[in-house]
């Protein structure tokens, strides 16, 4: 099932920044400037979903640890997690 568009976060638009789905619907790339910096990217788990964040730059990634039950709610986790690790 493909995600809708996302809503834009006020941490994230306040600083130029924008979410942008992806045309495969599992995925949300994170852009600050000219190029999307992070990817939001939808696992499935356990018969629902979890969520990987990817440093697009380096491949350096970490994950929530947590389950989600639609790919929405999973990547909306992600881009909160996102948010807590920059200390935004």
């Given at each position: ?40 990217v939808a696992i499935p788990a356990e018969g629902k979903h979890t969520v990987k964040v ?35």
């Amino acid at each position: 099932m493909a995600t809708s568009t996302p809503t834009q976060p006020q941490w994230l638009s306040c600083r130029g920044g924008k979410l942008v789905p992806s045309s495969n619907g599992q995925s949300w790339l994170v852009d600050l400037g000219a190029e999307p910096a992070y990817a939001l990217v939808a696992i499935p788990a356990e018969g629902k979903h979890t969520v990987k964040v990817l440093e697009t730059i380096n491949g350096k990634q970490f994950t929530t640890g947590k389950v989600y039950p639609t790919i929405q709610a999973a990547l909306e986790a992600g881009a909160e997690a996102l948010r807590e690790k920059m200390g935004w």
